[in-house]
């Protein structure tokens, strides 16, 4: 069983930076892909960026240039550092990992850190 717990959500003005972390309990190996999330109020949760356990990494087209994904094998952490923030960042942001092994899929969710860009 792994469990994942997000921090360093929080309140920023517009251009302004967040770091998120996300540490896991239990192994995380590098078959699991690990991923951020978000979810706006009354919108669908949707992927910001994925990082494979190889360090291959996919961004949303609206996060391109501005977020930055990156992972601590050793220390099974996921992190992700957001720039020049705008409104349409607010969401709760959820940190997942996904891995197949030997045909089953495993699939964790954090609990969610609340991220609000407001002047």
């Known amino acids: 069983q792994v469990q994942l717990v997000e921090s360093g959500g929080g309140s920023v003005q517009p251009g302004g930076s967040l770091r998120l972390s996300c540490a896991a309990s239990g192994s995380i190996s590098r078959q699991y892909i690990m991923g951020w999330y978000r979810q706006a109020p009354g919108k669908q949760r949707e992927l910001v960026a994925t990082?494979?356990?190889?360090?291959?990494?996919n961004y949303a087209e609206s996060v391109k240039g501005r977020f930055t994904i990156s992972r601590d094998n050793a220390e099974n952490t996921v992190y992700l550092q957001m720039n020049i923030l705008k409104p349409e960042d607010t969401a709760v942001y959820y940190c997942?990992?996904?891995?197949?092994?030997?045909?089953?899929?495993?699939?964790?969710w954090g609990q969610g850190t609340q991220v609000t860009v407001s002047s």
């Open positions: 997942n990992a996904d891995a197949w092994v030997i045909g089953r899929n495993y699939v964790y």
């Open positions: 990082i494979t356990g190889a360090g291959n990494i």
